[in-house]
């Protein structure tokens, strides 16, 4: 198991709201339930790394170097998503846990 640091978002504000006009930090957004999803990189100014988390935090999908201005679509179902300016040392298979 990994454990990632970083600021949940779990209300559609902090979720809409992520990383624009934002310092570089990691974000954990927790969605109610599985579903393809949809990120933008509009006011954000630095790449980040996604990394897309099913029901059970297992790691699905890893999309680096997400660039400003764009958009994304996951390929897979997931339920959780870690936005990162860093690369983490996680792997599709990877099981994670937050605090």
Known sequence: MMFVKGIIC??????????????KKTLIFEFKRSSRINLHMFFVFFKI???FLNENKEVIEIKKDFKPFTIYLSKKKARYVIESPNKLNLNVGNVVEWK
Do not use: A, E, I
Not at 10 to 23: A, N, P, V, Y
């Open 10 to 23: 779990g209300t559609l504000w902090s979720q809409f709201r992520g990383l624009m006009f934002s310092k």
């Open 49 to 51: 790394n996604l990394y």
